[in-house]
Structure formats: structure tokens, C-alpha cells
């Protein structure tokens, strides 16, 4: 597999978590840790389901990858996730010393990774990831509108 | 109990569970969650233990809350903790809309509430927090300083 063709599958991964996400009626994002050309750790959005509002995508998957690779520390690791990251996410991935991340859509109301905030490229911290965006972003972001699409709908049937 | 000595009561937990890191060789940092006047979540830097980059006292102890209350909003709850929240962290507090933060001592080079950003308080995001400091802040750095010092002295040992 060539570099473009590894990157789009991995991102279609991160999609396929985010369509779980989205089947069990949590705000749909997915994402996928990459190490070494393999899926190490992968995770979707499982706040409602599991009552816990740390349980986002990106943190069960980084979660799961230092199981994998058995260390807190994910060097020359990527992270694939369907939506730009918040600041719980981008500390976690700063923390756990990934190395790159792509995301799909941008997060214009809680993204710190080029939106609100650029805490993945700081200076000031003793960390720095490089970013790349849009691969997948009108996929990412058309299931996030059809998701609060359809839970508009679903309040307004119980009125 | 009156307000203050609650606080002092609470921040002293906060330490119990820094010497609870400070023992099995993690950073030292303590954290608990308070709701109506009773610790609903408690946690300790277990990091190294673990071998994983998001076991931050601050995040287990939000967790142990969520499980506790059984909801991942920690609506009218307090978050204490010996040293500044970190990005994940302070990610963490406003996404489980925990209401009030007390910390200890400041860090200088990681810490996202004061220090390098203000994210508790950025009124572009969904979610505020009041924040307090200083609050045991020397016995708090106290044992950090400890914590370092000893680290570097086994170092060198080992050389």
C-alpha cells in the first residue's frame, strides 16, 4: 500500500468506529492508533453508554494502543479521528507522545487543534505533533449533522 | 464543618492520594471529587504503573465520580487537586462540567488553567469552572521537589 492509500484506510477505520458510535446513539466519532503500518488501539464515542465523560473516541483508542504496545508512551504512533480533537483529546495526545494525527472535520466550537486552540504544535510544551486535516472531512462531518438531524427529530416526536 | 476547613479537609485528601503516588514511584499528584459535602471520586497519578498516558489523578478520580453518581455530567461537584490541571485534565473537568476547581501549586510548564492557557474559564467554550489556588500549594510542590530530587539521586546511583 502506498502512503496516500494506508492514510485513507485508516481514516475509513476511524469512520467505521464513528458509525458505531452513531448506531448505539452517541455523538458520532471514531478513531484508530496506528503503529508500525497496523491498527493498535481503536476506539469510538461512548460517553452516554458508559455514563463517563472521559470515554471519548480518541482516549479509548490511545488508551487501548498503550495496552497494545504495553507503554504510556506511543512514539511514532498516528491517530486517525473522524473530527478535530478537544482539549481532553489533544492533551491525551500530547501526554501519550503521539507522533502525527489526522483528522477529518474541523470542530469549530471545541477543537484545540487548529480551531479554538493550537495545542498540538506549542512550543511552550514539551511535546509537538504534526497535524494534517480534511482527509474524509464531508463524510465526518455529514454523520455528525445526520446524527443531531435525527435527534432534533426524535424531541420533537416525544413533544 | 465550616466552608474553610471543608476545603482544608478536601485538599488534604488530595495529598493523601499525592503520597499514594509519591510511594510507588509516579509523579505525586492527588486528586478527589466532592459532591454535596462527601468524596465521590478519588485518584493518583498512575501513569508508570499502568504503563498509560491518561491514568492522571485528575482523570481517575473524575471517572471514579462518573461511576459513583452514575452520570457523566458532575454537575455541582468539586474538583481538588495538589498541582494545576494539565490540558487533558483540564479537558476533562470541563467536559464532565464539574463546577469548581481547587488547586494546590501552580505548574509553570504544563498547567492549562492559569499557568500556559486559561481553559477553565474561556468563555468560548460550552462549559466554565470557578477556580481557587494556593491552597496547600507548598506541601504540594514540597513533594514534587522530594519526588525529583530522589529520582535524580537513584539516577545517578545507577550510573
Redesign the interface.
Same mark, same amino acid.
Given at each position: 500500500m502506498n502512503l496516500e492509500a494506508e492514510q485513507t484506510y485508516f481514516m475509513q477505520q476511524a469512520l467505521v468506529e464513528a458509525k458505531k458510535a452513531y448506531l448505539i446513539n452517541e455523538v458520532p466519532i471514531g478513531a484508530v492508533v496506528v503503529h508500525d503500518g497496523k491498527i493498535v488501539g481503536r476506539g469510538h464515542n461512548l460517553?452516554?453508554w458508559?455514563?463517563? =465523560?472521559?470515554v471519548?473516541a480518541e482516549?479509548v483508542a490511545?488508551?487501548e494502543a498503550?495496552?497494545t504496545l504495553?507503554?504510556?508512551?506511543?512514539v511514532d504512533c498516528d491517530l486517525y479521528v473522524t473530527i478535530e480533537p478537544?482539549?481532553?483529546?489533544?492533551? =491525551?495526545i500530547?501526554?501519550?507522545?503521539i507522533s502525527r494525527v489526522f483528522y477529518g472535520a474541523p470542530d469549530l466550537? =471545541?477543537g =484545540?487543534v487548529n480551531s479554538?486552540?493550537q495545542?498540538l504544535t506549542?512550543s511552550?510544551?514539551?511535546h509537538q505533533v504534526e497535524v494534517f486535516s480534511g482527509l474524509y472531512a464531508d463524510k465526518s462531518a455529514q454523520l455528525m449533522k445526520d446524527f443531531f438531524k435525527a435527534a432534533r427529530k426524535k424531541r420533537k416526536s416525544v413533544k
Open positions: 460517553r452516554e458508559l455514563e463517563d =465523560a472521559t471519548h482516549l490511545i488508551q498503550c495496552r504495553n507503554s504510556w508512551r506511543l478537544c482539549l481532553m483529546c489533544s492533551g =491525551a500530547i501526554n501519550s507522545r466550537k =471545541a =484545540a479554538l486552540y495545542t506549542d511552550r510544551l514539551n
